[in-house]
């Protein structure tokens, strides 16, 4: 491949389709990267080969760990229910270090392919309050990519790419429908069944239900 290259980390949620089809309108041969990290909607990794697919990415990864292992999260950890109400402060479904580990071996395959942009489909608008969304944590990821790798102490510098930081959902929806994303693909639930169905209570699922509403766009998504 010539060119510019991005890693983009893709869950196979609505958000990280959208990033992807936006870096691939920019010009970059796209590389993704999933996770299976113990989560309990693990069919999201199904959706997230599906757009990689659909997208036309050059490779994606699924890179194998274990946050389960330590828990923390009902993302992780069965015995904590995945709320269906709103509260207040951080909620239980926040991951301890997920954006941090999964930037981290996001940058490690960019210095591998010689990709100076790695995209993350993080939002500080409509999300839920994860502290590893805002743009100050985004800021000071980008400083430490380029003091920690061969790559950034020789000048060839990282950036990292938050296109949806400042967008609602709707505005994020109507983006990734001009560019062609096909959402029926994807999976945003915190507890999709196997077959990617959607339980239409949860945090993500009312913020996607609300974003397409917004949007003027029928929501595709299929519930349990």
Same mark, same amino acid.
């Given at each position: 491949m010539?060119?510019?290259k991005a890693v983009i980390l893709l869950s196979g949620g609505l958000d990280s389709a959208t990033v992807v089809a936006m870096a691939k309108a920019d010009g970059y041969a796209c590389y993704s990267m999933s996770f299976d990290y113990g989560q309990r909607h693990r069919a999201e990794l199904?959706?997230?080969e599906r757009v990689a697919q659909q997208l036309g990415? =050059? $490779?994606h990864k699924v890179i194998g760990m274990s946050l389960n292992g330590i828990g923390g999260s009902a993302l992780t950890d069965s015995r904590i229910a995945v709320p269906?109400?709103?509260g207040e402060g951080i909620p239980v479904t926040y991951v301890p270090a997920r954006n941090t580990l999964f930037l981290s071996l996001a940058l490690g395959w960019a210095e591998v392919l010689d990709a100076q942009d790695?995209?993350?489909?993080v939002n500080a608008v409509d999300y839920s309050g994860y502290p590893d969304c805002r743009p100050?944590?985004?800021?000071?990821?980008?400083?430490?990519?380029?003091?920690?790798?061969?790559?950034? =102490? $020789?000048g060839r510098r990282f950036s990292i790419r938050a296109p949806l930081q400042n967008l609602s959902k709707s505005e994020i929806v109507q983006a990734g429908v001009r560019l062609g994303v096909d959402y029926s693909m994807t999976v945003s639930c915190y507890q999709a069944d196997e077959d990617g169905r959607a339980c239409g209570r949860c945090d993500s699922c009312r913020l996607r239900a609300a974003g397409f509403d917004e949007a003027g766009v029928a929501d595709p998504t299929r519930y349990m």
């Amino acid at each position: 491949m010539t060119g510019k290259k991005a890693v983009i980390l893709l869950s196979g949620g609505l958000d990280s389709a959208t990033v992807v089809a936006m870096a691939k309108a920019d010009g970059y041969a796209c590389y993704s990267m999933s996770f299976d990290y113990g989560q309990r909607h693990r069919a999201e990794l199904q959706a997230a080969e599906r757009v990689a697919q659909q997208l036309g990415v =050059v $490779e994606h990864k699924v890179i194998g760990m274990s946050l389960n292992g330590i828990g923390g999260s009902a993302l992780t950890d069965s015995r904590i229910a995945v709320p269906e109400s709103l509260g207040e402060g951080i909620p239980v479904t926040y991951v301890p270090a997920r954006n941090t580990l999964f930037l981290s071996l996001a940058l490690g395959w960019a210095e591998v392919l010689d990709a100076q942009d790695i995209f993350i489909g993080v939002n500080a608008v409509d999300y839920s309050g994860y502290p590893d969304c805002r743009p100050a944590f985004i800021e000071a990821f980008e400083q430490l990519a380029n003091l920690a790798t061969k790559a950034g =102490v $020789e000048g060839r510098r990282f950036s990292i790419r938050a296109p949806l930081q400042n967008l609602s959902k709707s505005e994020i929806v109507q983006a990734g429908v001009r560019l062609g994303v096909d959402y029926s693909m994807t999976v945003s639930c915190y507890q999709a069944d196997e077959d990617g169905r959607a339980c239409g209570r949860c945090d993500s699922c009312r913020l996607r239900a609300a974003g397409f509403d917004e949007a003027g766009v029928a929501d595709p998504t299929r519930y349990m």
